[in-house]
């Protein structure tokens, strides 16, 4: 079955102060992993996918690292508006197969 | 549409009640999903949709769900006899078949009193 295991649960940064969230997964095969923001009452907005170990992607403050095991999400000296839930997710490689989710990790960046 | 739009934003229903949830998917996404997300979970898959057919229902917790998406655009998830514990956030999702990153709607707060 697959995983997907985020941590921490919640972080909290006072502004400018970088950090990473980690997204480790257990799949049959990755077709890719996938980062979303959450900001609240609201859908998951996209951000990246990752298709291959080694592979990184980067978006003003944000980049994304893949590995076998794990992905982190980078965040470089962050602002209050990166405040939001971060969720990662895997894909199998057959098909369509629906995205797997994570809890995510509870993102708070204070002034 | 410029994106996937659901509705109700909230619904209020009574235990026991039948409710209908609306997704209306990005034009020409041929791929819809719907997922539910209870407070502090990720979303969890329940059911996805390529063009009318529903082409993987593992994630429906029981019979009391079902989904509907007669002419391949806008979907409906049909809840009978609901219960305390359906409440949650139903959010849908639509893609370009084999394309990456879904595009979320904000979802519907449905709450069984």
């Known amino acids: 079955e697959d995983q997907v295991t985020q941590s921490p649960e919640a972080l909290r940064l006072q502004e400018g102060e970088s950090s990473s969230l980690n997204c480790s997964y257990t799949v049959s095969g990755l077709r890719g992993l996938f980062w979303y923001r959450q900001d609240p009452g609201k859908g998951p907005e996209f951000l990246f996918t990752l298709y291959s170990a080694g592979e990184e992607k980067e978006k003003e403050r944000l980049k994304a690292t893949l590995t076998k095991k794990e992905s982190f999400l980078h965040i470089t000296a962050p602002k209050p508006e990166d405040s939001a839930t971060y969720l990662c997710a895997v894909q199998a490689p057959s098909g369509n197969t629906p995205l797997v989710f994570g809890k995510g990790t509870r993102l708070s960046v204070i002034a | 549409g410029a994106g996937v739009s659901q509705t109700p934003s909230n619904k209020v229903t009574e235990k026991g009640k039948y409710v209908e949830l609306r997704c209306d998917p990005i034009s020409g996404h041929t791929a819809l999903y719907w997922y539910r997300q209870s407070l502090g979970q990720g979303p969890e ?7 009318t057919g529903a082409a993987d229902d593992s994630g429906l917790p029981n019979d009391r769900f079902f989904a509907v998406r007669p002419e391949g655009s806008v979907s409906t998830l049909k809840i009978q006899r609901t219960e305390r514990g359906d409440s949650a956030v139903y959010l849908c999702a639509s ?19």
């Open chain 2, 45 to 51: 898959f329940l059911i996805y949709f390529q063009g």
């Open chain 2, 95 to 113: 893609s370009l078949q084999g394309s990456d990153g879904y595009t979320f709607g904000s979802g519907t707060r449905l709450t069984v009193v």
